[in-house]
T-cell receptor, first 111, second 116 residues
Framework: EDKVVQSPLSLVVHEGDTVTLNCSYE??????LLWYKQEKKAPTFLFML????IEKKSGRLSSILDKKELFSILNITATQTGDSAVYLC???????????FGQGTRLTINP | NAGVMQNPRHLVRRRGQEARLRCSPM?????VYWYRQLPEEGLKFMVY????????ESGMPKERFSAEFPKEGPSILRIQQVVRGDSAAYFC??????????????FGQGTRLTVV
């Protein structure tokens, strides 16, 4: 069965800290990995990673994929209270039109 | 261009009633996906539809659940004879006509179903 596992499940840090969120996967036929941020309701897209070792960056957020070790990390530097959210990792299976999600990491940034 | 619209946002049903959840995809999108999110869990794929066709329903429970995406109107996820375990947030996503790339699968705000 295709599986995506995120860690930690929950993380509380102070504003200004740097955090690293982890996502590992075991799937039959990997195509891409995606990161989403979920605040109150709808998940919003952050990154899609298809190739190993190429860092994607957007402001204070960055992410990288390791296809040999089957994991990805999402880094957030200089965290702000607005970064508080659930961060979801999902994998697209080759040939299937669906996302397999991990259980999410709940990140809380305290002022 | 309005985003993916789901309604209602909140739905309360008694056990045994029917729940109908609606999803209007973004303009120009003809691919619709339904996901379910149980409390403190990630989203679980339920069904993928194109106009008038169910393409992949591998995540749909075998009984009581059905989905449609008619030629005109929104996609509907229908749950008959609801039970407490159906309480969850149901998200719809849509993507464009030309090619299914999940980076362009935009999510709606979700419908939170509570079965009492």
């Amino acid at each position: 069965e295709d599986k995506v596992v995120q860690s930690p499940l929950s993380l509380v840090v102070h504003e200004g800290d740097t955090v690293t969120l982890n996502c590992s996967y075991e799937v039959t036929n990997f195509r891409s990995l995606l990161w989403y941020k979920q605040e109150k309701k709808a998940p919003t897209f952050l990154f899609m990673l298809t190739s190993s070792g190429i860092e994607k960056k957007s402001g204070r957020l960055s992410s990288i994929l390791d296809k040999k070790e089957l994991f990805s990390i999402l880094n957030i530097t200089a965290t702000q209270t607005g970064d508080s959210a659930v961060y979801l990792c999902a994998v697209i299976i080759q040939g299937a039109q669906k996302l397999v999600f991990g259980q999410g990491t709940r990140l809380t940034i305290n002022p | 261009n309005a985003g993916v619209m789901q309604n209602p946002r909140h739905l309360v049903r008694r056990r045994g009633q029917e729940a109908r959840l609606r999803c209007s995809p973004m303009k120009g999108h003809s691919h619709v996906y339904w996901y379910r999110q149980l409390p403190e869990e990630g989203l679980k794929f339920m069904v993928y539809l194109q106009k008038e066709n169910i393409i992949d329903e591998s995540g749909m429970p075998k009984e009581r659940f059905s989905a449609e995406f008619p030629k005109e109107g929104p996609s509907i996820l229908r749950i008959q004879q609801v039970v407490r375990g159906d309480s969850a947030a149901y998200f719809c996503a849509s993507s464009p006509d030309t090619d299914l790339r999940n980076t362009e699968a935009f999510f709606g705000q979700g419908t939170r179903l509570t079965v009492v």
